[in-house]
Structures are given as structure tokens and as C-alpha cells.
């Protein structure tokens, strides 16, 4: 085959990839979500209705303490990625995607809303943290990697290239979720809350809940206190 064509072909099939990264990457989904729901104030939400809505973090129940960190939130994600060589290249593998959940709810000044722990997140990783060949993980990142079953170190005690990113949901932070709403009461939840009324957000006929605390992707056209 011509070597121009090959060299056409593999342009287009690296374009390709990247559009296709691009297009169904996590932020994407959720961007989609978001903008798809229309924007409502908690207390406008019927029963039975896909909503977005925006607010700020408040605890109210179950209050967790990040690994890496060692803050307190809502919810918080970490991701260790190991760098493995191919070769003479190598890229960056997942080898930890660790993600909990407390009791979520947000407030935007006007009602509460608890987001159900099915919820899928997209927290910006706010704490990075790094290992490799002159840089040894620090106690707390070896105990967070012997918890999950791994090492800082290779078969022949060298440190592995790996590199830690937290992030989390916490309170006073701005956020935004969509999904379906019930209403029910704080207390049935077990939540310490000035107003019993609650509205809960869970998933929609499709399993799909979204929440996120990018700034990129939260539009905020209503006053939140």
C-alpha cells in the first residue's frame, strides 16, 4: 500500500480515537446530563421529575475523612495511576479507583436536597500526591497502598512511578446534580436538618444520577446562599 495512504489512514484513525475520547469521556456524559435537565430550585421539583439542580454542601448525617488528605466530605474519590513501560514508551495504568460516599446533601438557600449514594461523581482532584525513583511514597501513601493490595515498591525494592489524586465533596462547596426527585422528610433519612422536607434525588428509568463539583460545568443562573 502507498505509504501516503497508510500515513492518511493512520491520521484518521488517531483523530478518531481522540473524537471518540472526547465525546464519551466521563466529563462529557456528565456535561450532557446537566445540560439536558432543566435547572430548578429544590423546593420547584415535583415528585417524579428529572431535575438539575445546584447548591452548596452541608453535612447532615454520615460525614467521611479522605485517605490522602485526611479531610473531611461528603463523598471523595482518589485514583492511583502506575506508569508501565511498553518498550521504549509506556502510558499511565489505573491501579486503584477507590470512591465512597457519606450522606450528600446540598442546600441552595431555599431547600435540601439528599443525593442517593448510586449517584455517579465528577470531582475535580484538587490533592495530588507522587512517588518514583528518587521519591519515596510517604507512610500514609504506603498504608493507603497496603490497604488496597499494593505496593510502592517492585520485585527488586525500586519505587514505582505512581502518582495519587484525590478529590472531594465538602461542605460549603458549590455542586450540581441531576437526577429524578421524591419528596420525603430528613428525619426518615436520618439527617440533622432545620426543615424536614427533603427532596431526594435518585436515579432515572435509565439508572443515570450525576453529580459534580467542576466549575466548567455547573451553571448557576438563581441566587445560591
Not at 456524559?29 to 430550585?41: G, H
Not at 479531610?71 to 474519590?77: D, I, P
Not at 500526591?129 to 528518587?134: A, D, I, L, Q, V
Request: proline content about 3%; aromatic content about 6%.
Amino acid at each position: 500500500m502507498d505509504p501516503v495512504i497508510i500515513g492518511i489512514l493512520v491520521v484518521v484513525v488517531i483523530t478518531a480515537l481522540i473524537v471518540l475520547g472526547v465525546v464519551f469521556s466521563k466529563k462529557a456524559i456528565v456535561r450532557r446530563a446537566l445540560n439536558k435537565a432543566p435547572l430548578k430550585r429544590i423546593h420547584e421539583v415535583q415528585s417524579g421529575e428529572k431535575a438539575r439542580v445546584v447548591g452548596r454542601v452541608v453535612y447532615a448525617g454520615k460525614v467521611l475523612t479522605s485517605p490522602l488528605s485526611r479531610r473531611h466530605c461528603a463523598a471523595f474519590h482518589v485514583e492511583v495511576q502506575e506508569y508501565r513501560r511498553h518498550g521504549k514508551s509506556g502510558s499511565w495504568v489505573t491501579v486503584i479507583n477507590d470512591e465512597q460516599k457519606g450522606d450528600i446533601v446540598i442546600h441552595d438557600g431555599m431547600g435540601n436536597a439528599h443525593v442517593d449514594i448510586t449517584a455517579q461523581s465528577l470531582m475535580v482532584k484538587d490533592a495530588n500526591y507522587s512517588s518514583g525513583t528518587f521519591n519515596d511514597a510517604t507512610p500514609e501513601l504506603q498504608e493507603y497502598l497496603r490497604f488496597h493490595g499494593r505496593d510502592a515498591t517492585g520485585l527488586l525494592g525500586f519505587n514505582k512511578q505512581l502518582r495519587y489524586k484525590e478529590g472531594i465533596l465538602e461542605q460549603g462547596e458549590l455542586v450540581a446534580a441531576v437526577g429524578v426527585g421524591t419528596w420525603n422528610s430528613a428525619r426518615a433519612k436520618n439527617l440533622n436538618l432545620p426543615n424536614d422536607r427533603l427532596l431526594v434525588l435518585g436515579p432515572d428509568e435509565k439508572g443515570k444520577l450525576y453529580i459534580t463539583d467542576d466549575p466548567g460545568l455547573i451553571k448557576v443562573d438563581q441566587q445560591i446562599n
